[in-house]
């Protein structure tokens, strides 16, 4: 009990000791004070939350989402860190809600990147076999564009169910869900046409 009161007051004093008016107008010695009593809340903030969606996330990949945030937190002449206000809670705590939005911010850029990549590899296969093509006939028009979508990830990428949830931003119940009504439907067009 006595040692968390005087890990708050230490905490306090450290909130304290920096100048905020003197680190917002670029003062050196006031930015790297900052940068050493806060880099860890930072960092720790930073891996938690990347790890926690990736488990393996780097060394690198930390180091760059943080950076990140004290780029944020200068941007547009500090106008971020400027709106920190000690009334609503300790300068560490504001430091790791940034540090983690930021994070967020940074993991979902990834998945948007990533599916454009993806949408952009399905873009230049075919929507149809080519008549040489020893595929037999799908009927890929009798398919929705999502049900086309995860068959080419799953089948023509060889991604696996995990790989594609992650992309489309779907559980892999419903990667499992749409592959098998599609999988149903082409079954179902291959007997008609046998018949």
């Given amino acids: 009990m006595f040692q968390d009161i005087m890990t708050e007051h230490s905490q306090t004093t450290r909130d304290m ?21 806060n880099a860890r809340v930072i960092y720790w903030t930073a891996a938690s939350v990347l790890r926690k969606r990736n488990p393996h996330a780097s060394e690198d990949a930390v180091r760059d989402v943080a950076q990140e945030v004290f780029l944020k937190l200068v941007q ?6 400027r709106s920190f206000d ?8 504001w430091l ?10 940074h993991l979902r850029k990834e998945v948007r990147a990533t599916r454009d990549l993806i949408e952009a590899e399905l873009e ?5 076999p080519e008549a040489g093509d ?24 060889d991604m696996d ?5 992650k992309n489309l931003e779907i559980t892999e119940q419903t ?21």
């Fill in 17 to 37: 000791d920096i100048d905020l008016g003197r680190l917002c107008s670029g003062d050196k010695r006031s930015w790297d004070a900052f940068v050493e009593a």
């Fill in 76 to 81: 547009h002449d500090y106008r971020l860190l």
């Fill in 86 to 93: 000690p009334a609503k809670s300790s300068l560490r705590t």
């Fill in 96 to 105: 790791a809600v940034v540090a983690r939005s930021t994070t967020l911010d």
């Fill in 124 to 128: 230049e296969i075919p929507a149809e």
């Fill in 134 to 157: 020893s595929c037999p006939d799908i009927p890929f028009e009798a398919l929705s564009s999502r049900q086309r979508m995860v068959l080419r990830m799953l089948y023509e990428l």
């Fill in 161 to 165: 169910v995990r790989d594609v949830a």
């Fill in 175 to 195: 990667v499992r869900s749409i592959r098998h009504q599609a999988l149903a439907r082409v079954r179902a067009h291959m007997l008609r046409g046998e018949a």
